[in-house]
């Protein structure tokens, strides 16, 4: 029986390397992982050897098509996503200047002020770019560069992002698509195009990146050298793809308004599209495109979300660690369990989620956490509540902030180790103001790519349609009433605690 075409999905992740194979159905036949180094040569500083990535997707691609056989001639098509921001520089002989800095590499921070504070001035990069320019956006890495080895930025001739060195190595052409290119600090979202005026004001030249091609097209092919390092065919299309967040979340079927994501992790984002441009006045939001033609996202990024909780368990509540070893469950069910003991509102206890500075919706570096209120009625289950609420009301600010924007939200698709926490789910529910659901299947950023991959070649008539058909929830949630108001005191005691921890750090 003649099986049908597979689309590739590869996702250059920080710590490694993920492929996903789907069908013409979204199902996933096959998928692996392959791990690669992080270099940290100073404090601040991340960087990794791009052709640790190389070894790692030819070593998953390779295995994720042999546990299928006969899977390799099948594939028909490729998308790519990766880790943001990166800065990977090219000589004029496609050859790698120097290591990979990486979108958590801090060393360009003092350009960022710079920039905000005199040239060109904050309110001038958010008109231009939508976005305030972070130490992990690529352009202020070139500019470093140029002030700290000028010698290897005047060998420079190409600056990609990860997944796009991917794609010349692939394809030996340089290629970039607009919602990875969003983050550089040089893109023009509105138009989804380099910006020349901040090229100008950066005195870069626009030489240095790559065109631009929507994310489903298909803007390159697989060259016959890669072809035989991977085992696949030659000639196959190379999707324009997306960045990681945006690839997640077309493989979360986050493609038009009304829906969101948000993913608890180490960090937390909320990912809101739209479909127009706009931005928040003050950066508080990143305004990026999405993967999807004529269409935005905002984006709300949280450093320490679940980061903050597992603190809270190693730091103040070992006692939970042992008590889960003893029961046999896992000890953020414990922390869970206590909070459940103690009313909405911690007794007026607040915690404040800013254990390694904080980026949305409140774009300071300096801000740092702490708990709020605390007095000698407060016990560990008060302190477990707070922790829960502190994180939860942090991100929510984010979904309030892309509510003021006219941005509708009826539902939250949760993902994330915290997604698993019936507990948090519904506190999540009622923070949001809106029904939270689970995914019912793989939400990565490689299935995300994958999936555009399939339209490019017309397996779907459009990204919609590819969601529409693949993606499925379950577990939905409707917010309590109640609880809703109830809640909506607690993120107003958490504004106003964040506020003076912001005038501390300022």
Known sequence: MQQGPLFLGIDIGTSGTKCVLIDTTGAVVAEATVEHPVSYPQPGWAEQDPEDWWTSTVAAVTRACATQPGSAPRVEAIGLSGQMHGLVTLDAHGEVVRPCILWNDSRSTAICEALHAREPGLATVLRTTGNRVFPGFQAPKLLWMREHEPAAFARTAKALLPKDWLRYRLSGAYMAEPSDASG???????????????????????????????????????????????????????????????????GSGICAEGTVSCNIGTSGVVFAASNQWRATPNGELHAFCHAIPNRWHF????????????????????????????????????????????????????????LTGERCPIPDPAIRG??????????????????????????????????ALGVDVREVRLSGGGARSPFWRSMCAEMFDASVCLLASDASGAFGVALLAAVGSGAFASVDAACAATVRTRASLAPDAARVRAYAAVKARANHAAEHALRVAQ
Do not use: K
């Open 184 to 250: 550089t600090a040089v893109f023009d979202c509105a138009r989804r195009t380099w910006s020349d005026g901040m090229l100008a004001i950066m005195r870069l030249p626009r030489a240095l990146f790559p065109d631009i091609a929507e994310s489903p097209e298909h803007s390159t092919r697989l060259s016959a050298a890669a072809a035989h390092a991977l085992g696949l065919r030659a000639g196959i299309g190379i999707a324009g793809g997306a960045g990681d967040q945006a690839a997640a979340a077309i």
């Open 370 to 403: 702490g708990f709020a209120g605390l007095d000698v009625s407060h016990g560990r289950d008060h302190l477990a509540r707070a922790t829960f609420e502190g994180i939860t009301a942090g991100l929510a600010g984010n979904v309030d902030l892309m509510r």
């Open 299 to 354: 984006m709300g990024v949280m450093l320490s979300a679940g980061g903050s909780l597992r603190w809270f368990r190693d730091t103040l509540a070992q006692d939970a660690v042992a008590e889960a070893i003893t029961r046999g469950v896992d000890a953020y069910d414990i922390l869970a369990e206590r909070a459940q003991r103690v009313a909405v509102g911690s007794d007026g206890l607040v915690f404040l989620p800013y």
